[in-house]
């Protein structure tokens, strides 16, 4: 049984400079929540509250998201403010929080090793902080599910346009029935000639603890960093791991041009605002507003 979660979240966010200068990219709002809070609403609505985070120096702002805030909560009583007030205290009650400092940023492998004496001899699902799934919940149920039944590590894959291959780990697989696959090779990032497939990892993974001890094999690749694609090569060499395509959309947070296309789809698809933003977009659109 899955109880652990393990969230990497110690990189710089280069991509979001200056803004990330002293913000985390995974607490950049999708309107008036930060796509950090998506993710483990999603994995506590599974039964898995127990996340480990793994930060940074300037990382601190996560921690304080899911923490208390007697201030504000008394101010917003104050007010009135009662379900502001309530959605304030749920964010610090809806899990069990333990954070680890990964002191050098050199890699997700690394990230995901720096997190071993939380997470301990169990197995664990590894969720990237700059991915969000509609209705994430159920893709989680499917991939959890397929863990019990199999016992081996799995990973979410989503299809790719093929020039958009080299963005991605992609994998070579067989499929074992609609949606499943055996993974048979992975590839960090090729060039899109070179891919084996157009099946690329999302960013959700449930493992076995036998990757602790491919981490602690694999070698340091392009400017220091340990991949964790690296030792999922590894770890084939010593047991199998399985696949599924996630059925649903996939939004990455993780760049400027696709963060805002997901907070414009987030936006037009809430009940306060939705259809008012989708009339100024008509209009923007018609040369009615100017840009």
Known sequence: MVRKAVLPVAGWGTRFLPATKSMPKEMLPIIDKPVIQFIVEALAGVGIDNIVFVTGRH?????????????????LKRAGKEQLLKEVRDIANIINPIFVRQKEQLGLGHAVLTAEPAVGNEPFLVALGDVLIDEEEKELERLLYLFNKLGKSVIALMEVPQEEVSKYGVVKVKELEKGVYLVEDL????????????LAIVGRYVFTPAIFEALKRTKPGKGGEYQLTDAMKLLLEEEVIYAVKVEREVYDTGNPLDYLKTVVNFALRRQDI??????????????KVKV
């Open 59 to 75: 990382k601190r702002a996560i921690e304080n998201h899911f923490d208390f805030h007697p201030e504000l909560e008394e101010h």
């Open 274 to 287: 939705g259809e008012e933003f989708k009339a100024f977009l008509k209009e923007l659109l018609e040369g």
């Open 187 to 198: 590839v960090e990032k090729p060039a899109p000639e070179e891919a084996p497939s157009n």
